[in-house]
């Protein structure tokens, strides 16, 4: 999906869409994982800018949150993988997680 400038795409718009995001194309929704348990996605962007000013929302809300959520990106993209927040073996993920990773979403809409 394509977000325009003006934030419209195939007739919707996006909530709290944020200037300076001129584009950004969410290439894969988030994906469960078994082994090991976690929740992917992949964002990519029109520019490093695009890009910047996401890591810098993302960062402000990991911090507010403190939760920290792994993370690799390149000029253009950014990979997010959620792990559960407990730390046991046998760890699972929660409604918790899941809203966690809809609040990331939140932040390029």
Do not use: H
Request: glycine share 6%.
């Amino acid at each position: 999906m394509v977000w325009a400038v003006d934030g419209l795409s195939a007739g919707s718009a996006p909530l709290g869409f944020r200037e300076g995001l001129v584009s950004v194309r969410c290439m894969d929704q988030w994906q469960e994982r078994k082994r090991p348990v976690c929740l992917e996605r992949r964002y990519e962007f029109e520019s490093y800018n695009a890009t910047r000013d996401f890591l810098d929302r993302l960062g402000e809300f990991s911090e507010t949150t403190q939760r920290f959520p792994d993370i690799s990106f390149g000029k253009t993209y950014v990979n997010i993988t959620l792990r559960p927040e407990s730390d046991e073996a046998d760890a699972v993920l929660t409604d918790a997680d899941r809203s966690f990773a809809v609040e990331i979403d939140a932040l390029i809409r």
